[in-house]
């Protein structure tokens, strides 16, 4: 990949993202700023958040293949790139099955959007891959720069290294700043819970070291405190390191809750 992300960045839903958020979350030193959810094609929050910026990355977590497709994301990337050159990152992915009326063969229809992309002239080295599985982790490192997963432990970190060699390797991770265990758990399992009604997440967690007993709705505490770190940020910036331990080039760090007091707070820990 020719872009930077940094060691570290943010993950936040495109609706919680703003201007002003994303200066100061520059300002405090983060490579990356992800938007999340499933932002429309004309991709209008990354370059406004670009727009606000001088040098931190902006990526998708993750462009939904179902709802926006190739040609008019293609030409968004090709705007926003020709306006910030270098500092976008077109991050992909299949969505879940749950959540799509028209879902079918997902890897197939991720090969076909590639190809699209490919078609369009979007650049390998620019793109990411929302990727769990071995065999779309194998994608991400033949048509894409690498990975960007979510929901995911330093156990699953390990594993995808494995897999993609030398590519880029971006998990995303939960946290709640908050030294009160159960007042954590709580904010963590209200998320967690949520992703724990779609099979692709749960089967994965059950590859890497959680029980069916763990991954059923809302979730046990040990898995809650897996996927959404919590304590001090001085705690929650070793939970960060054990994934770049286990062969992260980046973390995407979400917050729950109120998202930037978090991220200042985690600021100088991370450092």
Known sequence: ?????GKTGIWQIS????????????????????????????????????????????ATGIVNIWSAAPEPVAESFHRINAKHPGRFVLGIGA??????????KPY????????????????????????LGPK?????????????????TPEHTRHAREILGGALLAPE???????????AREAGRDIVGRYLQLANYTRNLERHGFTAEDVEPPGSDRLVDALALHGTPEQIARG????????????????????????????????
């Open 240 to 271: 960060i390191d054990a994934h770049l331990q286990a062969g992260a080039d980046h973390v995407a760090i979400q917050v729950l809750g109120d998202p930037l007091p978090g991220y200042r707070a985690l600021a100088a820990a991370l450092r």
């Open 108 to 131: 197939q229809a991720l090969v076909d959007y590639l190809d699209a992309l490919d078609a369009a002239g979007v650049p390998q080295s620019q793109r990411v891959l929302a990727a």
């Open 95 to 104: 969505g879940h099955r749950e959540m799509n009326d028209d879902y079918r």
């Open 15 to 58: 609706t919680q993202l703003d201007p002003e958020l994303a200066a100061e979350v520059e300002s405090l030193g983060y490579g990356t700023i992800w938007v999340g959810g499933s932002p429309p094609a004309d991709l209008a929050i990354a370059e406004q958040l670009l727009d606000a910026t001088r040098q931190i990355t902006v």
């Open 136 to 152: 779309v982790l194998e994608l991400a490192r033949g048509r894409a720069a690498g990975a960007h997963p979510y929901l995911t």
């Open 173 to 183: 991770q939960k946290v709640v700043v908050d030294t009160d265990p159960q007042r």
């Open 1 to 5: 990949m020719t872009t930077s992300l």
